[in-house]
């Protein structure tokens, strides 16, 4: 049962339970009836429900009690769960701090999901917590209409819950745009960055957070990691999202520790007293794995880089830019381990995948901008491709030669948003199509200036909206700079609608996309193995 918890419990259709194999918990009309009333002695649901890594046919579903009990789901079509058509169950134990997650598998298509959730005590069996009840829709097997939301960057600069100033306001407003789901392209937690009681905003204006005893240092232990996650789950905005939308997950750096990269070591001055990175990075990538519904993945565990179907007419491919990247010495110029962005494995995976993909768009959530210049994202400065740029110009190129059309890439990390064009004809490397980059967030956090941009790939900005003249970096959120990305695509003419949104749903700038021709280009698997 423990192997089966740590998988994340895949769930096949031989594993949906029938209204018999429950019936210690639920009676045969599929209404809780616990033995025992003594509220007080139920185990609870303590962080609220979430789902994600919809598709079409199937959806992750989430939730963590506050002893070792058994999770006991049932799914229905109707949020009177009149008619349930599967149950499942998952232990859940500390090994993993209470937390489970179910893959619900063999749903119809374009449907609404309800999803009910109670917790029942391994100790007293006869004892059931009260239910909660989430939602998802899965994705449409015909062209329908779809939307999305993407953005990063939860509680930075040291902005955590201040409930009088709203609490995670952007959640919120999220929420009023009914997405069919949400890309959180990392920083999802800011496990380096303690929260302290009080900031000072301006003379006699406060900052009042809500502090919790696992969120008051940098993150070292795996109980101090999970803490980043409980913290926020704290806010009631966050929560009543997680109910409604679910979650595409990719991680970045503040997951761990700033900037870190698999071969390096932990900062001096931090406020570490671990010293090994990779005891860090272990520990942070289990609770990012532990509190996120993410799907997962066989080939390889703990893998955050996937694609998600959404239909024919969306493919989203999650990158993970954090976990298998090299040194990058300023000096490299040519491709090898130091160089390394995504990876060799990961590279060929995408390009695979994208071959692979016939929905009419390829959204790409990469954790980092291309074109924007920093000593930790992918920009090298002006001139021809080096270091982290050089698998990013391969990837552009064999785009461009396997006749991969309709891309858009679409991330956060920069703390202001942006739209971003790229074209050859603008670029020192020339060898692609040109494209769109989509930059928001954060969703709660500091707010910065806009970035500089070099010019390897051709990037001209559009629009930019960040920190502006005489206003400091890590402007506190109350100032109304808080950003996400609202992309709507419309089910007849396929056209894909981008619009960047502020916390108080303002449309600050709009673009509509025509989609190209279908691929001409035949299908050619031997691109995809083609090397630097």
């Given amino acids: 049962m423990v192997d089966r918890m740590r998988a994340g419990a895949a769930l096949s259709r031989r594993r949906f339970l029938s209204c018999a194999s429950a019936a210690a918990a639920i009676a045969m009309d599929g209404v809780a009836r616990p033995y025992l009333s003594f509220a ?38 109707t949020e009177s769960f009149r008619h349930i058509r599967h149950r499942a169950y998952i232990d859940v134990l500390p090994e993993t701090d209470f937390t489970g997650k179910l893959l619900l598998e063999d749903l119809p298509a374009g449907q609404d999901i309800f999803y009910r959730v109670r917790f029942q005590d391994l ?3 006869a004892i059931v917590g009260e239910p909660q009840v989430g939602r998802f829709r899965t994705a449409p097997a015909h062209r329908k209409n779809v939307s999305f939301i993407w953005s990063g960057d939860t509680a930075g600069g040291g902005y955590g819950i201040d409930r ?4 995670m306001r952007t959640y919120a407003t999220m929420l009023a745009n009914r997405p069919d789901f949400f890309i959180h392209c990392g920083d999802i937690v800011y496990a380096d960055e303690p929260i302290r009681r009080e900031l000072q905003l301006a003379p006699g204006e406060i900052w009042n957070n809500v502090v919790t005893e696992e969120k008051s240092k940098v993150a070292e232990t795996l109980a101090e990691f999970r803490g980043n996650y409980k913290y ?21 750096d503040h997951e761990v520790t700033n900037d870190w990269i698999p071969g390096g070591k932990v900062r001096d001055g931090d406020g570490y007293r671990e010293r090994s990175l990779l005891n860090l990075i272990a520990r942070g990538s289990r609770a990012f794995h532990e509190f996120l519904p993410l799907r997962q993945q066989q080939a390889e565990a703990g893998r955050v880089y996937r694609k998600v179907s959404y239909g024919p007419l969306l493919d989203v491919f999650m990158l993970d830019m954090r976990s298998y990247r090299g040194a990058n010495a300023d000096d490299v110029t040519r491709y090898g381990p130091d160089a390394y962005l995504l990876g060799p494995a990961q590279l060929a995976w995408l390009k695979r995948e994208l071959l692979r993909s016939r929905a009419t768009w390829k ?28 698998e990013v110009a391969h990837l552009l190129s064999f785009m461009k030669h396997a006749g991969i059309v309709n891309t858009i890439w679409v991330t956060a990390d920069m703390h202001y948003t942006a739209a971003n064009h790229y074209d ?3 670029a020192v490397f020339q060898d692609f199509d040109p494209f769109w980059e989509f930059v928001s967030g954060p969703i709660h956090a ?25 206003q400091p970096d890590n402007l506190a959120p109350c100032f ?17 609608t981008v619009t960047l949104k502020d916390v108080n749903d303002r449309a600050l700038w709009s673009k509509a996309i025509e989609p190209k021709c279908c691929n001409l280009v035949p299908l050619d698997m031997s691109l995809a193995a083609r090397t630097f």
Avoid at 232 to 252: G, H, K, S, T
Wanted: aromatic share 8%; net charge negative; hydrophobic share 40%.
């Fill in 123 to 125: 100790s007293l069996p």
């Fill in 164 to 167: 009088a100033r709203g609490g």
């Fill in 40 to 77: 007080g002695d139920r185990p609870r649901i303590t962080h609220g429900l979430q789902s994600g890594d919809v598709s079409v046919d199937s959806g992750m579903v989430w939730a963590r009690a506050d002893r070792p009990a058994r999770m006991l789901v049932e799914v229905a079509t």
């Fill in 232 to 252: 926020n789950l704290l806010d009631a905005n966050l929560r009543a999202f997680n109910v409604e939308v679910p979650i595409f997950a990719q991680w970045d």
């Fill in 480 to 496: 109304g700079l808080q950003f996400f990305g609202h992309v709507a695509i419309d089910g007849e003419t396929e056209v894909m």
């Fill in 424 to 426: 050859p004809n603008r």
């Fill in 446 to 470: 500091g707010t910065w200036a806009p970035g500089r941009l070099d010019n390897t790939f051709g990037p001209r900005v559009v629009f930019e909206m960040g920190c502006g003249k005489g």
């Fill in 363 to 390: 959204v790409i959530a990469a954790d980092l901008p291309i074109g924007v210049f920093s000593h930790d994202a992918i920009a090298q400065g002006d001139g021809p491709a080096r270091g982290r740029e050089l």
